[in-house]
């Protein structure tokens, strides 16, 4: 009797198996299949221009394909992008419409710092814009030991379309305006002269700078194959950084961040998130306006 029980819970086991895998196997199915993302089926653009592939430009086809492999193939990489989409992107596409600037320049960011808070590059720019500290502050961005304002989401993505624009009226090509983005327009302009070049993909150039557009063309046709399959590759990703639901508060002066933020019922680590541009635990005179969460 003892061992036919023991039998019949086996059976059992086997049955709640087998009855769990066909549920993520038939639950997974279609995202499995999502991760060969496909090349681009037409001509491949970048700023309404398509990538040049013909003649003396046989070395793009390579360069693009190196591109769309690293991206489409990094998955750890390329779920981070996903996640942190929501939470920065919806409001640069907005930005870019009302700069005039063309749609594609949302995934610059990405390829800049792939929407991370914490990148530094080795030349010290910073943040998911990499603005260098001088750069900034031609573009009206406080950089010094009490405020970053690189690290303030807002006003560094206003800058860096400022920034875009002033590129697009000496370059007035949009591939030209992100490789001096990436190389510093006075660089970019020196290489042109002297190779007798007028546009990017004629130009021969740095590593970085070789494979910058080509960088963020792939980034772009990534994430398009991801919209086009997001229900099923989300059953993968779990969740997304979604913005908080945040307001303003005008402050003049705060000594101290932390003991404000007891007063005022206010998280301190929320705060210093919400606000990483404040680098001292206070704020100097001045009138400033800073995020909580609602």
């Known amino acids: 009797m003892l061992k036919n029980n023991s039998l019949l819970w086996i059976v059992y086991w086997v049955l709640f198996l087998c ?10 199915k279609d995202a499995d299949n999502t991760l060969v993302f496909k090349y681009p089926e037409n001509e491949i653009q970048f700023a309404w ?20 492999l690293n991206t489409s ?14 939470a920065y992107i919806p409001y ?13 320049f949302k995934y610059l ?18 943040w998911i ?40 009226n000496r370059f007035w090509d949009w591939a030209l305006v992100a490789a001096a983005y990436n190389r510093w327009e006075n660089g970019l302009s020196r290489e042109m002269e002297e190779q007798w070049v007028t546009t990017y993909y004629d130009l021969y150039l740095n590593d970085e700078t070789s494979r910058y557009v080509f960088r963020i063309a792939a980034i772009k046709y990534v ?4 919209f086009d399959r997001k229900d099923a590759i989300d059953t993968l990703i779990w969740w997304v950084q979604d913005a908080p639901k945040t307001k303003i508060i005008n402050v003049w002066k705060i000594d101290n961040l932390a ?23 206070s704020l100097p005179e001045w009138d400033w306006d800073i995020t909580v969460l609602q």
């Open 109 to 126: 960011p990405i390829a800049e710092s792939a929407l991370r808070e914490d990148v530094v590059s080795s030349a010290g720019a910073g």
């Open 223 to 226: 994430m398009e194959s991801y």
């Open 129 to 168: 814009w990499q603005f260098m500290p001088d750069t900034a502050r031609q573009y009206w961005l406080r950089v010094d030991d009490q405020i970053d304002e690189r690290y303030h989401f807002e006003k560094s993505t206003t800058a860096a379309l400022e920034y875009l624009g002033v590129l697009y």
């Open 73 to 86: 193939n990094n998955l750890y990489q390329f779920y981070l992008y996903v996640k942190r989409y929501p």
């Open 19 to 28: 009855i769990i895998w066909v549920y993520f196997a038939s639950k997974f």
């Open 259 to 281: 003991q404000w933020s007891k007063i005022n019922n206010i998280n301190y680590k929320d705060l210093k998130i919400l606000n990483r541009w404040v680098i001292w635990d």
């Open 92 to 104: 640069i596409e907005w930005e870019l419409k009302k700069a005039w600037i063309h749609d594609d």
């Open 49 to 68: 221009d398509a990538i040049p592939f013909e003649w003396n430009n046989f070395d793009n086809k390579e360069r693009f394909d190196k591109e769309f």
